[in-house]
T-cell receptor, first 115, second 110 residues
């Protein structure tokens, strides 16, 4: 069964460092997303990406965050200068088309710990 | 402001003891309501989509229903493998983002 894969599974970084989280969405999906979940809290939307551009973003997704689809398969989230409050599980997700943007396939997540 | 409230926060059932989880929502024009299952340390797994009041969806021991203000996830004769956190999310018209509730943590004991 096709799946969304994420790397790394866990990353520890120092405050102020840049972090790149990587994702390979399901190959025939058109919409890509990043969500995050701070420990013990709700899953929160960060950004959606369609047709090589951001289609929607949340207030959390400020200038410190960026997304990119550098080639035909990878989808990355970059945090330019990490803060303690960026510590969370980051989930990549994809959906097939415009009519199924709520039916997300999530990856296993990348746990980011900022010290 | 669009929001989702789930209750109870946690639920403990004996195997075979049926129950319901509640999801109350306020949204400026509902595009869809979604149920997901999340196992510890994993990403959410899609279960159901509901679009309009009165709609019902079923899958194995799970049945999801929708009214204009809330959704229920009914679990019939649960098994230990149904233990997980069940998340409800809404999507407003004109948006792709999902707004998630905090979830109900279900534990089913043999």
């Amino acid at each position: 069964e096709p799946e969304v894969t994420q790397t790394p599974s866990h990353q520890v970084t120092q405050m102020g460092q840049e972090v790149i989280l990587r994702c390979v969405p399901i190959s025939n999906h058109l919409y890509f997303y990043w969500y995050r979940q701070i420990l013990g809290q709700k899953v929160e939307f960060l950004v959606s990406f369609y047709n090589n551009e951001i289609s929607e973003k949340s207030e959390i997704f400020d200038d410190q965050f960026s997304v990119e689809r550098p080639d035909g398969s990878n989808f990355t989230l970059k945090i330019r200068s990490t803060k303690l409050e960026d510590s969370a599980m980051y989930f990549c997700a994809s959906s097939e088309n415009r009519d199924s943007t709520g039916e997300l396939f999530f990856g296993e997540g990348s746990r980011l710990t900022v010290l | 402001e669009d929001q989702v409230t789930q209750s109870p926060e946690a639920l403990r059932l004996q195997e075979g003891e049926s129950s319901s989880l509640n999801c109350s929502y306020t949204v400026s024009g509902l595009r869809g309501l979604f149920w997901y299952r999340q196992d510890p340390g994993k990403g959410p797994e899609f279960l159901f989509t509901l679009y309009s009041a009165g709609e019902e969806k079923e899958k194995e021991r799970l049945k999801a229903t929708l009214t204009k203000k809330e959704s229920f996830l009914h679990i019939t004769a649960p098994k230990p493998e149904d233990s997980a956190t069940y998340l409800c999310a809404v999507q407003a018209r004109g948006y792709n983002k999902l707004i998630f509730g905090a979830g109900t943590r279900l534990a089913v004991h043999p």
